[in-house]
């Protein structure tokens, strides 16, 4: 079998086998949510936790970007290696109307972060 670190693993599990749906690994989306709110709120006490700009690292085709937008987060970033992981996630956002100024997907190393200003975020998901 392909490693998961291998991108042709993302294209055989998007494409070939026609799996076109969103996955998370680790946890329904709403758990993941309800930390991510209660962090923001210990982390970062006199802001508003709709306002923190949150990075995705291997967001892979998570629908954890997508629920937060749903909540009003309004500065999310995803990442991830797989070409086609990427396209899925920028096509479910456009059928979403989430818009790019919104959440921004970007094909990278996670280990190379270049193409993001420094400090741009104030929570790393991984």
């Known amino acids: 079998t392909q490693s998961t670190w291998d991108p042709m693993y993302w294209e055989y599990f998007h494409v070939d086998q026609g799996s076109a749906e969103l996955f998370d690994w ?6 993941v949510e309800d930390s991510i709110l209660r962090l923001a709120g210990e982390l970062f006490p006199d ?6 700009r949150i990075l995705d690292l291997g967001m892979g085709t998570s629908p954890l970007l997508f629920d937060l937008a749903a909540r009003g987060f309004s500065a999310l970033a995803g990442v991830d290696f797989s070409p086609v992981s990427v396209a899925f996630m920028r096509a ?3 059928k979403r109307g989430i818009s790019p100024a919104t959440l921004r997907l970007e094909q990278g ?9 420094d400090a741009s ?3 790393l998901l991984d």
Do not use: G
Not at 109 to 116: A, E, G, R, Y
């Open 121 to 123: 975020f104030d929570l």
């Open 92 to 94: 479910e956002a456009a």
């Open 109 to 117: 190393d996670v280990c190379d972060l270049s193409q993001f200003d």
């Open 26 to 31: 680790y946890s329904a989306s709403d758990l």
């Open 47 to 52: 802001r508003e936790a709709t306002s923190l």
